[in-house]
């Protein structure tokens, strides 16, 4: 856009390119850093997202079979020896394959040698539906691994927060997942022009990415920005909505919800993916639970239907809620 | 050297080797009574009559070499030189265990001795030993990591991910099969098309090496070559060693799908008896081995005493070491 005007010492980047400029400024900044996966290197990967790491790190950076067990196996190994592995699993359904290295080996590394392994493994994926996958390459997949103790779990939704948060995964000295939403791709954001850890975004802090007073919606990902898209309805009804992006799934920054519901007393999570066993289903709960007494309405969950993640356009398109049904909801909790 | 100063060699290694299957020995017999005693909680696998596969090869690796191993893996930690007290501290679930009681039996590890892990689902490790590899390989350290697991592992995937990967990659692991013929309670011929195990090393690209695993010293001497061939970047080794575990699978399995008279034959070529006639025949004489046996006896019950007589964890540590932080 011509429009824009850039700070001075930023850049100008999308999302899915941003990736490799903060894999880059890790693997720069920390000799142990190791980078492996499939097509990754030479190929600059299946999304061209890790372009140019090959030429400048070499050895480093390795394209491996397909293998996602022995990728999510090999980067622990690697990390046992004192390496800090960054490991790609192309798209997050694929977790599916691997799901055994991350959850009984990766997870609980440390729990069962008490204490003594430090498994400094990042696991990236790219998640998510939108742009008509199909079914089995569509997944918001982080909810698999919600009740799996040991792991962190990172949902960047913006350019600034997936170089912030990637960053801080791999600088981590636990096992973190971080899920790259594909649809939010071409999504622009400014970082620095130079390494800056100023940049770096903490793990376990949500981030108010609106203030309201009326209703707390809290949301990821692509949800994230349909909200704000919400709330930019909701002004119209005269209702002024609080958006929030947790950023991260665990650990969870309750106290960030909870200071937004002291001042709207109504909760709503839009959450991608089925409804049932969720982060959002679990932060419903434990505001019920935890802090019934500043609700003046029910806490609710905005999920997906409870199918797959169906192909065709007008089918996936229904099943994402949009601004308008985020708007709709909230609205029917004010109006409660 | 004299042919004399070399069987003065042989016999103090041999005899260091019959030590430790002694000692591995002698802690299986007290985690068996431990367990039908109910000290030790859920279940225990034990590995009697395979000691000489993790004595022999951990006799060829030196200090920095790693390994890892199953839920059969008592006797690759200890071998690997893990402290028997604390082994046995674990498996009672003692606050002072390797893991400080958060394993057990099935995951006996200890870093500090480059013994990264017993595993309890079949094949997981596998690849955790080609990324210890690697990192050697990356870093340079010359390194060697091997990872032991039975036959019926040969048929999961991560086997079939990590033996490629390692040879793709030159990788230097020791792909320790051993071989017992049974994986649970099923022959290997009722699970597995081809039962030459030695074979899929072809697949993958390595030498595949089957020895007598009952014979320390010939498991010793392959594990010698393919540990050369790996530190001199020759990438990794298949070795399947044949040898049979002498009790069930777990807990009180009685083994009653062997055929008949199949255990004797084993018992007959028991590793113990093996590298007792072969130190013999090096001229140690039946009071020296006695001596031997009756010193790792008095060592591992010395251990097992102190094991517990430790504290049990406080309940509150179990919240410990889920994260670093959090
Ligand atoms: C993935 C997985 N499947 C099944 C089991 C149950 N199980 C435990 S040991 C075992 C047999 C493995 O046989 P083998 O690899 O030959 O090793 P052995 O027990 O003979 O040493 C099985 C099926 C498991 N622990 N993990
Ligand atoms: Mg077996």
Not at chain 1, 237 to 257: K, N, Q, W, Y
Request: net charge negative.
């Amino acid at each position: 856009m011509s429009t824009d005007t850039l700070t001075p010492g930023l850049v100008r980047i999308n999302y899915r390119k941003v990736i490799a400029r903060a894999l880059a400024d890790e693997l720069a900044t920390d000799p142990t850093v190791v980078f492996l996966g499939e097509d990754v290197g030479v190929a600059g990967g299946a999304f061209k997202a890790t372009e140019g790491l090959k030429d400048r790190f070499g050895d480093r950076v390795r394209d491996t079979p397909i293998s996602e067990q022995a990728i999510v196996g090999t980067a622990v190994g690697a990390a046992l020896m004192g390496l800090r592995p960054v490991a790609e699993i192309m798209f997050a359904d694929f977790a599916g394959v691997c799901f055994d290295q991350i959850v009984n080996t990766l997870a609980k590394y440390r729990y069962t040698t008490g204490g003594q392994a430090k498994v400094p493994v990042t696991i990236r994926m790219s998640n998510g539906a939108g742009s008509g996958f199909g079914p089995q390459h569509s997944q918001a997949a982080e909810n698999w691994f919600l009740n799996v103790p040991g792991l962190k779990i990172v949902v960047p939704g913006t350019v600034e927060d997936l170089y912030g948060l990637l960053r801080s995964a791999i600088r981590d000295n636990d096992p973190v997942l971080v899920f790259e939403h594909k649809n939010l791709f071409a999504l622009k954001g400014e970082i620095p022009a130079e390494p800056d850890d100023s940049f770096i975004v903490p793990i376990g802090v949500a981030d108010v990415v609106r203030a309201g007073d009326d209703v707390t919606v809290v949301a990821t990902q692509q949800m994230r920005h349909r909200a704000v898209q919400a709330a930019d309805l909701l002004t119209a009804h005269g209702i002024s909505a609080e958006v929030i992006d947790p950023r991260t799934l665990v650990p969870f920054d309750m106290e960030t919800v909870r200071a937004s519901l002291a001042k709207t007393s109504r909760l709503l999570v839009v959450q991608e993916g089925p409804p049932d066993g969720g982060w959002g289903a679990t932060l419903v709960a434990r505001t019920a639970a935890e802090n019934f007494e500043l609700l003046d309405a029910p806490p609710r969950l905005l999920a997906c239907d409870p199918t797959p993640v169906p192909y065709s356009g007008p089918l996936e398109d229904a099943w994402l809620p949009d601004a308008q049904r985020i708007a709709d909801a909230a609205e029917r909790l004010v109006d409660y | 050297m004299t042919t004399a100063t070399t069987d003065a060699a042989t016999r103090e290694q041999l005899l260091d080797m019959q030590r430790r299957m002694h000692e591995i020995r002698f802690f299986e017999d007290i985690t068996k009574d431990w367990f039908s005693r109910s000290l030790v909680r859920g279940s225990t696998h034990l590995g009697q009559g395979q000691e000489a596969v993790s004595v022999g090869v951990t006799s060829a690796l030196r200090e920095g070499d790693t390994t890892t191993c199953t839920y059969r893996g008592h006797a690759t930690v200890l071998a690997q030189g893990a402290p028997l007290d604390r082994a046995f501290a674990e498996i009672l679930g003692k606050e002072q265990g390797l893991c400080g009681g958060k394993g057990g039996s099935m995951h006996l590890t200890d870093l500090s001795v480059g013994a990264l892990g017993s595993f309890a689902i079949v094949g997981a490790h596998l690849p955790v030993s080609t990324g210890a590899a690697w990192a050697a390989q990356l870093l340079g350290t010359g390194a060697v990591s091997a990872t032991f697991f039975g036959d019926g592992a040969a048929n999961i995937g991560t086997f079939h991910e990590a033996m490629n990967l390692a040879g793709v990659w030159k990788l230097p692991v020791l792909f320790v099969l051993e071989n017992n013929l049974y994986g649970e309670y099923s022959p290997i011929a009722t699970t597995t098309a081809n039962t030459d195990l030695r074979v899929r090393a072809d697949t993958y690209g390595m030498p595949g090496i089957r020895v007598d695993g009952n014979d320390v010293e010939a498991v010793l001497e392959v594990a010698r070559q393919a540990v050369e061939r790996a530190r001199a970047g020759g990438g990794p080794t298949l070795i399947e060693a044949m040898t049979y575990r002498q009790s069930g699978h777990s807990r009180s399995d009685p083994a009653a799908y062997r055929p008949p008279g199949e255990l004797d034959e084993w018992l007959a070529r028991d590793p113990l008896l093996v590298a007792a006639r072969r130190l013999g025949e090096l001229g140690v004489s039946e009071a020296e081995l006695d001596a031997v046996r009756d010193r790792a006896q008095e060592t591992v019950r010395a251990a097992a005493d102190r094991a517990l007589a430790w504290d049990e964890p406080a309940a509150d540590r179990r919240f410990d070491d889920v994260w670093e932080t959090r």
